[in-house]
């Protein structure tokens, strides 16, 4: 085999490992904590590294790859048909627009901005668009380069201080919008662009729910950034846990509700972390909040409300790596109940991630259908939706790999 070809994990495993170690260490990880991610004795993943343990079967190979959250599994197989996305969907055919509206500036005076009234009533619109949508990237790429046009001419031509916190406001609002647009998209830097104009339009708002809203995003921009960027993930949710405890007593549904989403997300952090009694006791916490909310609740923005707190504690359990308590969260949960179609469909793949670790493959694949008929764009883009039927096409169950393949060729992962 000459230096340059590509090396096969399943027949050169001392290959594979140093690609392994290589990522391991890009992501700041020790062994002993991918070891344990993986379910498996840091002895047998040092083994994994070295080279010495048997070639690993697909199964392997995609477990290693999500606990490094590698985007493309060609960096862990070095096997260039392997070139898949895994964290990272297809660029949406809307990207390009949105992007040019995002990276242009205005420096001259151009038309006259909506009133502040005006765009609004069309954000509200556009998340109430987005919630209801199967397809809603396509809805709001649509929408986001006018909505980001206008939300800048407003700031620009505001005359006060105070027209202008609410201009920022509106900016804000917008950015935590594109956010949802492109996150899990191939443009990272576009992406944390958006986070970080996205705080900085809210912090001049000085209004308490924007403020919270855009934390809520770019504390998940960090989190998704991998293991070494936990720790900054923490900060911004807790700097705006902080923020917002002294208005609670008698906060606004808004307010109260993007306190309790944030409260969650630093149990999700916690779990990323394998802290079992952190994540759980963030989850109490953030339940305690949910249930102060009206029962139809749901937030505008994070879903946030009584119905997504089974969804919440579903994910907790599949981050601890607990298939039976993933299951039994599963089976408690009312996903029904969840009206964000987005957001149904999110819970669909953390429930399917459950049946997974409890070794109930078939059960996986079905809540990954009906993912796929709550928002087949969510299953699109989501990287354990992609690492799950890409194991499953492989299985030696023919009926189970047919009915995952058909999902497959549905969402189009065969051929992105």
Not at 27 to 49: C, F, N, W
Not at 313 to 322: G, K, N, P, S
Request: glycine letters at 6%; a neutral charge.
């Amino acid at each position: 085999m000459s230096e340059d070809a590509s090396p096969d994990p399943y027949t050169e495993p001392i290959r594979f490992g140093q690609r392994a170690q290589v990522l391991r260490e890009r992501r700041g990880m020790t062994q002993t904590q991918v070891a344990d991610l993986l379910g498996v004795s840091p002895h047998t993943y040092r083994k994994i590294e070295n080279g010495q343990q048997k070639a690993p079967g697909l199964e392997t190979v995609l477990r290693i790859a999500e606990v490094l959250r590698v985007r493309d599994l060609a960096e862990l197989t070095g096997h260039p048909d392997a070139r898949v996305d895994l964290f990272i969907g297809p660029g949406h055919p809307r990207l390009a627009a949105v992007k040019a509206a995002i990276d242009s500036f205005a420096l001259t005076a151009g038309a006259e901005p909506p009133a502040p009234a005006h765009l609004e009533a069309r954000l509200r619109a556009a998340w109430t668009a987005r919630h209801a949508a199967r397809n809603h990237r396509e809805v709001i790429g649509r929408l986001l380069p006018d909505l980001i046009r206008d939300a800048r001419a407003l700031v620009r031509h505001t005359d006060s201080a105070a027209d202008r916190r609410v201009a920022q406001s509106l900016l804000a609002q917008t950015y935590s919008l594109s956010q949802f647009f492109i996150a899990y998209q191939p443009d990272a830097s576009l992406l944390w662009r958006v986070a970080e104009r996205g705080m900085v339009a809210a912090q001049e708002s000085e209004d308490p729910h924007t403020i919270g809203v855009a934390s809520w995003l770019l504390a998940q921009a960090h989190r998704d950034s991998g293991f070494r960027h936990y720790d900054a993930a923490d900060a911004v949710n807790l700097e705006a846990v902080r923020f917002l405890a002294p208005l609670l007593p008698e906060a606004t549904d808004e307010v109260l509700a993007i306190a309790g989403a944030l409260e969650f997300e630093l149990g999700y952090t916690a779990a990323r972390r394998r802290d079992t009694g952190t994540a759980w006791r963030h989850w109490d916490k953030a339940n305690d909040m949910a249930e102060r909310l009206p029962g139809a609740y749901c937030h505008p923005v994070t879903s946030f409300g009584r119905a997504v707190m089974g969804a919440h504690a579903v994910t907790v359990a599949v981050e601890l790596h607990q298939g039976g308590e993933s299951v039994r969260q599963a089976a408690k949960a009312d996903g029904r109940v969840i009206t964000s179609r987005p957001r149904r469909a999110r819970h669909r793949i953390e429930e399917a991630r459950g049946y997974q670790l409890d070794n109930q493959r078939d059960v996986a694949v079905a809540s990954l259908e009906k993912a796929y008929e709550a928002a087949p764009e969510t299953i699109r883009y989501n990287g354990y939706a992609r690492s799950i039927l890409l194991e499953e096409i492989e299985s030696p169950q023919a009926p189970r790999r047919r009915r995952a393949a058909l999902l497959a060729d549905r969402v189009g992962i065969l051929t992105a």
